[in-house]
């Protein structure tokens, strides 16, 4: 098709009324990300607490199997390039959301199933050494998580493409964080279901039969209501409503991103690079506590795997409240900076109570902890993302939120190989289970205070002066 051709069908379209959003429609999209928020219970919750304490898989080993899901991040790029050229199904988001759901909810039934193989190599050995079974098991769970991971990033790429396609500017800041609030919804409803159904396991040393039967029967109810929800959620709305058909000559650029450039965006101009650092170290000091929280809770208070699976929720109610609060009451009084370090220091001061709740054992203590950790992380996080909106610039708006993108899977997935490491090395020095754990959300306290000194030198004035003419050279490809 012909340059003119393409500019007079584009006019055409322009010059046609185009459907706009409804606030109804906008949940209805936003249960996608609900069911991603459910899974990820499952994945980080229940499926990490059954490897560490269930099937005496070293924490390590674990948070590196799961984490494999995250690392595959860059892959999302050549999704999005994939769904911007050639349409699926029809269309060119929704064919690509349909078949991502379909195989990431098969293929966390099946990792389930090699995760068991693994426990039994385990049980075979009399523990934990590294054996040609042991070898041969981790290898495959850890492909099969990868596959996991570029299976949910070719969903949820597309799916945050169609929200672009289907939002103006008037209305794309409520659209996301409708969707956004809407994930803690589901990490508060996978955590609530996922004790229900484990209820089989609330009976002291249940059998491996139990165990079996009941986490098999979860991890099969679950994915499918979660591809249940995907399909939902986007039903004919793409068709309805998406602005890409006119739009999409425009956006080009966006597309052409690799990790590499991402890193040089990162870097080139000296906030961008100070805010980027400040966001890698609060996400990754944020997130460290998600390989060891369920297990936490297992060892040194005494929580059944639905129980412990349960704590999720409690950080997710405090963190759905603050995720709807801040942005009317707390960053206009305090303005974004500070009610970004008001919510990390709060972060750093609950890691310290859930210490001391460990050395208590007072359950009820460390339950109201985790709601107050929610309510900073919420804080902290709305905080975070509202400055930065005012660390990015608006001819490449796109090209920063691909970076933050990658820079918080990479965050995230450190943090889940770090956590299970340090927890490793406080079993090592430590025989009493709270200073091993504790070890963890101490490290996290201290990173929490490092990110809020990276803060301080975050000056917005100065990058408006100079990043855009830095990301621009970049782009031209003169800072090679």
């Known amino acids: 098709m012909a340059t003119g051709d393409i500019s007079k069908h584009q006019l055409e379209s322009a010059s046609q009324p185009m459907a706009k959003i409804k606030l109804l429609t906008m949940f209805r999209l936003g249960l ?47 999704f999005g390039q994939m769904s911007d050229a050639k349409p699926l199904l029809g269309h060119h988001r929704t064919g690509y959301i349909w078949i991502g759901a379909g195989l990431f909810t098969f293929i966390l039934s099946a990792a389930l199933q090699i995760i068991w193989k693994l426990g039994n190599a385990v049980q075979a050995a009399g523990g934990w050494s590294w054996t040609e079974q042991t070898y041969g098991w981790t290898a495959l769970a850890a492909l099969i998580f990868a596959l996991y991971g570029l299976a949910v990033s070719a969903s949820s790429t597309t799916f945050m493409a169609l929200l672009v396609d289907v939002s103006d500017e008037d209305n794309r800041g409520q659209l996301i964080g409708i969707v956004w609030t809407m994930m803690t919804v589901g990490i508060v409803i996978g955590g609530i279901t996922s004790k229900i ?27 499918l209501i979660v591809l249940g929800l995907a399909l939902l959620a986007t039903f004919g709305v793409e068709k309805k409503y998406s602005r890409y058909t006119y739009r999409s000559a425009l956006v080009n650029r966006e597309d052409k991103i690799t990790l590499g450039t991402a890193l040089k965006i990162l870097t080139a101009s000296r906030q961008t690079g100070i805010f980027f650092t400040f966001m890698l170290v609060m996400t990754t000091s944020l997130f460290l506590q998600e390989a060891v929280l369920e297990p936490y809770g297992g060892q040194v208070f005494g929580l059944s795997v639905g129980q412990s699976s349960q704590l999720n929720s409690f950080w997710g109610i405090g963190m759905l409240l603050s995720l709807s609060a801040t942005g009317f ?12 370090g008001l919510g990390c220091l709060a972060c750093a001061v609950c890691f310290i109570l859930i210490i001391l709740a460990g050395f208590s054992a007072n359950v009820k203590l460390f339950q109201a902890t985790l709601v107050l950790f929610g309510l900073s992380a919420g804080i902290g996080t ?85 990043a855009k003419d830095a990301i621009a050279t970049i782009m031209e490809g003169d800072l090679d």
């Open 32 to 78: 996608f990300q609900m069911g991603l928020g459910i899974l990820a219970v499952l994945t980080l919750g229940v499926l990490n607490r059954v490897m560490i304490a269930e099937l005496a898989i070293p924490a390590t080993v674990t948070g590196a199997t799961l984490a494999i899901s995250q690392f595959v991040a860059p892959a999302r790029i050549w």
């Open 197 to 223: 159904l484990l209820r089989p396991l609330e009976s002291p040393n249940p059998s491996i039969e139990t165990l079996n039967a009941s986490i098999n029967g979860l991890f099969v109810i679950v994915p």
């Open 329 to 340: 009451f707390i960053i206009p009084r305090l303005g974004k900076r500070r009610t970004t």
């Open 382 to 466: 709305t905080g975070a993302l509202s400055l930065m909106l005012d660390l990015t610039a608006a001819e490449t708006a796109g090209t920063f939120v691909g970076a933050w993108g990658l820079a918080q899977a990479i965050a995230r997935g450190s943090a889940v190989v770090i956590g299970g490491g340090i927890l490793d090395v406080g079993k090592a020095l430590f025989t009493v289970p709270v200073l091993s754990y504790g070890l963890v959300f101490a490290t996290q306290a201290v990173g929490m205070v490092a990110a809020v000194w990276f803060l301080g030198r975050v000056n917005v004035k100065e990058f408006r002066d100079n």
